[in-house]
């Protein structure tokens, strides 16, 4: 008796067959958007560790501080594109898949780590872990708060602006021109 063979696993297609070409090309659009903002991302982190390379044996606090920013980027920029405005569908593939998750660099992150604890470094290895996680969330909790707080501000200064000032006919609605007219009237008669 024999065993039947495995069937090998079923790999979900880009897009289905016999999907419409537009329906292909968007996808092929989000793809062309995340690959190209990967691209600057990556860069761009590369860019920090020249400017700010970890020496042998030392702290990692490039890649920590890179972490944290990207992080914080990303609060900011999940705030303003599903809260405060519509964008262009391929902006968060863009910017947050994109430049952002090529710019932070959980590879680094993982070999910060092996390197630590092949140098028999197991304290600054664990502490560097956890730093780095509570300063990930940490920033992307702050930068969240933050930017709501800044659009909630913005938001009641322009409606303020747009607002009457206190006193006058407009900001008193039909009822407060009704009794300002009948006020003016008795001042009158007097």
Excluded: Q
């Amino acid at each position: 008796m024999s065993t039947p063979e495995p069937r090998p696993a079923e790999v979900e297609p880009l897009h289905e067959v016999g999907s419409p070409p537009a329906a292909r090309r968007a996808e092929l659009s989000v793809v062309a958007a995340v690959s190209l903002g990967g691209a600057l991302g990556a860069c761009a982190r590369y860019g920090a560790g020249v400017l700010g390379p970890t020496a042998e044996g030392a702290f990692p606090w490039t890649t920590l501080a890179v972490n944290a920013a990207g992080c914080a980027a990303i609060g900011v920029l999940m705030v303003l594109v599903t809260e405060v405005r519509s964008v262009h569908p391929l902006v968060r593939p863009f910017l947050g898949t994109g430049v952002l998750g090529g710019f932070t660099t959980f590879s680094a992150y993982a070999a910060d780590i092996h390197h630590l604890f092949a140098e028999g470094r197991p304290r600054t290895a664990y502490a560097y872990l956890a730093l780095t996680l509570l300063a990930a969330l940490a920033a992307v909790t702050i930068a969240l708060r933050l930017t709501r707080r800044l659009v909630r501000r913005r938001v009641r200064r322009k409606a303020s602006a747009d607002r009457p000032a206190r006193g006058t006919r407009a900001a008193l609605g039909e009822e407060g021109r009704r009794r300002a007219r009948a006020a003016a009237r008795f001042r009158r008669t007097r």
